[in-house]
């Protein structure tokens, strides 16, 4: 806790080291606070404090950079009288749901959210529709959506040379999600009118990203990552490219989580992206690289850093190291390219990378895609990676490499 000043909240870092929302607490004004996001740069000024009831209820006052220290001490003051009162300073006196309010009730309760994606939520609703955080639902028209819209890719922008698009169609996919939930909850008696986020021909085009590394560029990479110096980085980066895996998954995986013995590599559906379990086999190159990890220590993760969470967070570094300018999902999206090319079946492919089939496809409630199943197309793909990358001996020559 400190006393909270404009040089004091300038300080504090954002995004917080640890990776999460961090609340710093006022000395002087019990209850008011800054709380810094774990994800972005984002920092606002905060009030939290207990209901009647017994509920813990936090009201948002605003962006540090939009609202003063004197303006959100001000408004923390009229917030905490309304508590002291007994009165919810969430709720307009009607009954309505503010944005504020209806954005912490989604998120309280869509406890099936990743932790993840509920603070980009929150991020995004409270840093670009912050002068909305107070106004009730029904108020939101068509129209100031419309506008918003527009506003935000203009100032996004402005500050990083971005079109801003990305943005603000996310923003606003944010808030028709928290306003579909909130309508659902109206009473129906006094129902909410209907969703402002229908801008289905207003949403900024956003061309799906395409980048991979082609037959031409991966013996140059692949050269290229095996001369890290990190070499945590360097199987990080070659995991990935060999299994299609993606960055949070690949960066958090256990060794619990690895049969070596099976050669298995069994992912809870907890840690997936699309919630669904993956029990991927291990193939040669993969088996061998993980082998070779295993030797160095037998520490809780398989990528072990020095970050708060105690493995690899961000691997933009390792990436940077290499020269060449691809994001890792370029390396999921090239291992799934050089698996087309093997001509895998359909679903062989889609399950490979844990990709959900289509909800009329009736064939696929009857396949049972095993590890056993998997085998053999995923040695194949492997097999052609290899091809491509150059890579020449067996698989098991750079264990000698990895000195503990």
């Not at 996310?170 to 579909?180: E, K, P, S």
């Not at 992206?273 to 220590?297: M, N, Q, Y």
């Not at 396949?367 to 067996?394: F, H, N, S, W, Y």
Request: proline residues 6%; aromatic residues 6%.
């Amino acid at each position: 806790m400190t006393k909270l000043t404009e040089k004091s909240v300038a300080k504090l870092r954002a995004p917080d080291p640890t990776g999460k929302q961090k609340l710093h607490w006022d000395t002087e004004l019990r209850g008011f606070g800054v709380l810094v996001s774990g994800v972005s740069t984002s920092k606002s000024y905060v009030v939290q404090h207990a209901l009647r009831d017994g509920r813990k209820r936090r009201v948002t006052i605003g962006p540090v950079n939009v609202v003063s220290i004197t303006e959100a001490r001000e408004r923390a003051r009229e917030i905490l009288g309304d508590f002291y009162q007994g009165r919810d300073p969430k709720v307009v006196r009607r009954g309505d749901p503010t944005l504020a309010s209806a954005l912490d009730t989604y998120l309280e309760t869509r406890t099936d959210l990743r932790p993840r994606s509920a603070e980009s939520y929150r991020d995004l609703i409270e840093r670009h529709l912050s002068a909305w955080l107070d106004t009730p639902l029904r108020d939101i028209t068509r129209d100031v959506v419309e506008d918003r819209l527009k506003k935000i890719a203009r100032d996004v922008a402005a500050d990083s040379g971005t079109s801003g698009h990305a943005t603000a169609n996310g923003t606003m996919r944010a808030l028709r999600a928290v306003y579909n939930f909130a309508a659902d909850r109206a009473p129906p008696s006094d129902p909410l009118p209907q969703n402002p986020v229908r801008l289905k021909k207003v949403w900024f085009p956003v061309k799906k990203r395409t980048g991979h590394l082609t037959p031409e560029q991966l013996p140059e990479f692949y050269a290229a990552v095996d001369a890290l110096q990190n070499r945590v980085g360097a199987d990080y980066l070659k995991l990935i490219l060999f299994t299609g895996l993606r960055r949070r998954e690949a960066a958090a995986l256990k060794w619990q989580n690895v049969d070596l013995k099976k050669a298995v590599l069994s992912l809870p559906a907890s840690s997936m992206k699309g919630k669904r379990p993956l029990d991927l086999p291990l193939t040669d190159f993969v088996r061998d690289l993980l082998i070779a990890r295993r030797t160095i220590g037998a520490d809780k993760w398989v990528f072990p850093s020095a970050s708060a969470s105690g493995h690899v967070k961000e691997p933009r570094f390792f990436l940077d190291a290499t020269g060449f300018d691809v994001t890792v999902h370029d390396l999921r999206r090239t291992f799934v390219t050089v698996a087309e090319g093997c001509d895998l079946s359909h679903y062989a492919l889609k399950a490979l990378v844990n990709h959900a089939l289509a909800d009329d496809d009736v064939t696929s409630g009857y396949i049972q895609m095993t590890p056993e199943r998997l085998r053999e197309p995923a040695q194949k793909v492997c097999d052609r990676l290899m091809q491509l990358c150059k890579i020449k001996g067996p698989t098991g020559a750079n264990v000698a490499k990895l000195k503990k």
